[in-house]
């Protein structure tokens, strides 16, 4: 099974992957965070001082990297976010502007030059975003906005950025023709509906799966962008 765990920012993506993939066995696939990815892309700035072209950069390398990770592992995997997460993030801001806080109380974004040439270049990204897709994942589970967004100070983002994304997933899901479950609820009832859902046997309790998952996400290192690349300029 190649699943896919989807939804938009701070959904609990990540979590809910680290314990499917304890609970099934399934071995966990994931790409390089921004956070990760900033200080050796463009070192100096944070993702809301990125450009249009620089923003199409990091989505290319980010979806590069995913696809390499879900090549080695031919016998199944459960994704954290899809080949479509980075391109839909990537085409929202076409509607609310390669920024989206500078633009949040603005009803329309004036479509310069920049942005023409943004959105044609992000139609063509979605050529193989949608193809990868279609031909990688066997099903996706969709978790709903359920929780107020993480205002964690490194996502440019909002809740209408949230709102538009999440749409947009979930039409471009159903476009592809691709299983899709929206499963919503705490983790503990997420896994169970999961285990419903796809009949997998579990390889260990729903409780341990979430300990487990628990323990994996707090080693996750949430050092801002620019602050890893002072760490490593001083090291």
């Known amino acids: 099974m190649k699943l896919a765990i989807s939804g938009t920012y701070s959904v609990g993506k990540t979590l809910t992957t680290m314990a ?17 990815l900033l200080p050796i892309s463009v070192p100096g700035k944070t993702l809301e001082e990125c450009t249009a ?9 980010r979806n590069q990297g995913r696809a ?15 080949s479509l997460h980075e391109w839909c993030y990537g085409t929202v801001r076409v509607l609310v502007g390669i920024n989206p806080n500078e633009s ?3 009803d329309t974004i004036e479509m310069t030059d920049e942005i023409r040439f943004y959105a044609e270049v992000m139609r ?10 279609k031909a990688s994942y066997d099903a996706f589970v969709h978790l709903p906005i359920e929780f107020p967004l993480v ?9 209408r950025f949230r709102a538009l994304a999440d749409e947009m997933l979930l039409k471009q899901l159903d ?29 260990m309790s729903v409780d341990e799966a979430i ?11 949430t050092t801002g962008e620019l602050d890893r690349e002072r760490a490593v300029i001083t090291a």
């Open 53 to 61: 072209a620089e923003i199409i950069m990091l989505i290319t390398r």
């Open 20 to 36: 499917v993939a304890h609970l099934t066995g399934l071995p966990r696939s994931s790409a390089l965070t921004m956070r990760e």
């Open 175 to 203: 476009e592809l023709g691709i299983p899709v479950h929206i499963v919503g609820g705490t983790v503990p009832e997420r896994l169970e509906k999961i285990l419903e859902i796809f009949d997998f046997r579990p390889v």
């Open 211 to 221: 300990e487990r998952a628990e323990a994996d996400y707090a080693l996750i290192d």
């Open 104 to 106: 949040v109380h603005l």
């Open 151 to 159: 205002a964690d100070g490194h996502r440019p983002v909002n809740e």
């Open 124 to 133: 063509q990204i979605g050529v193989p975003a949608r193809q990868h897709a």
């Open 68 to 82: 390499v990770n879900e090549s080695h592992l031919p016998d199944g995997f459960v994704s954290d976010g899809s």
